[in-house]
T-cell receptor
Framework: DTAVSQTPKYLVTQMGNDKSIKCEQNLGHDTMYWYKQDSKKFLKIMFSYNNKELIINETVPNRFSPKSPDKAHLNLHINSLELGDSAVYFC?????????????FGPGTRLTVL | AQKVTQAQTEISVVEKEDVTLDCVYETRDTTYYLFWYKQPPSGELVFLIRRNSFDEQNEISGRYSWNFQKSTSSFNFTITASQVVDSAVYFCALSLNYQLIWGAGTKLIIKP
């Protein structure tokens, strides 16, 4: 029943580790996104894929690498985690790439780097 | 430059009061879309409304209403007879070139 799901919901890890967050949508949408929300609630787009092709790649450290095995999945892998990576990461999807589409968000993954 | 400004960082009102959340945007494009999203304390982001740049009609949905004015580049959101469940962070966003440009959000606290 869940439209956009993310796993895990919480992730606590040590600095220097590598971790992944998974996202799946069952809405049949073509476009998926990753956002980072910092402690002040500011939302920043990181990446967007349309039909498995990268269409938005904002200024993000190259320790972050998205992977879209198919258009229903968009995973985020983070290497060599740093304290500043602590945030809530949201996955979202929209029917297709276009300014008029609302985005549907997952529940978020709270990442804490110790 | 494309930008969304939500100047009110936090608003606190007593239940049943009306409250307006301001949103001012900047863009040179003539075609664009504006959105409001709600983020309750549970953390999820919930879509509330979309408005395109050619439609300046005000929208009402129950206790929620939106006032879009191109002349002042504003897309304000009013909650009438606020309730405790309206407590959340509300985001205004501008859609351009496949992505949303977000305001910083307004935290709304409704006190019983």
């Amino acid at each position: 029943d869940t439209a956009v799901s993310q796993t895990p919901k919480y992730l606590v890890t040590q600095m220097g580790n590598d971790k992944s967050i998974k996202c799946e949508q069952n809405l049949g949408h073509d476009t998926m996104y990753w956002y980072k929300q910092d402690s002040k609630k500011f939302l920043k787009i990181m990446f967007s894929y349309n039909n498995k092709e990268l269409i938005i790649n904002e200024t993000v450290p190259n320790r972050f690498s998205p992977k879209s095995p198919d258009k229903a999945h968009l995973n985020l892998h983070i290497n060599s985690l740093e304290l500043g990576d602590s945030a809530v990461y949201f996955c979202a999807s929209s029917p297709f790439a276009g300014s008029y589409n609302e985005q549907f968000f997952g529940p978020g993954t709270r990442l804490t780097v110790l | 430059a494309q930008k969304v400004t939500q100047a009110q960082t936090e608003i606190s009102v007593v239940e049943k009061e009306d409250v307006t959340l301001d949103c001012v945007y900047e863009t040179r494009d003539t075609t664009y879309y504006l959105f409001w999203y709600k983020q309750p304390p549970s953390g999820e982001l919930v879509f509330l409304i979309r408005r395109n740049s050619f439609d300046e009609q005000n929208e009402i949905s129950g206790r929620y209403s939106w006032n879009f004015q191109k002349s002042t580049s504003s897309f304000n959101f009013t909650i009438t007879a606020s309730q405790v469940v309206d407590s959340a962070v509300y985001f205004c966003a501008l859609s351009l070139n496949y992505q949303l440009i977000w305001g910083a959000g307004t935290k709304l606290i409704i006190k019983p």
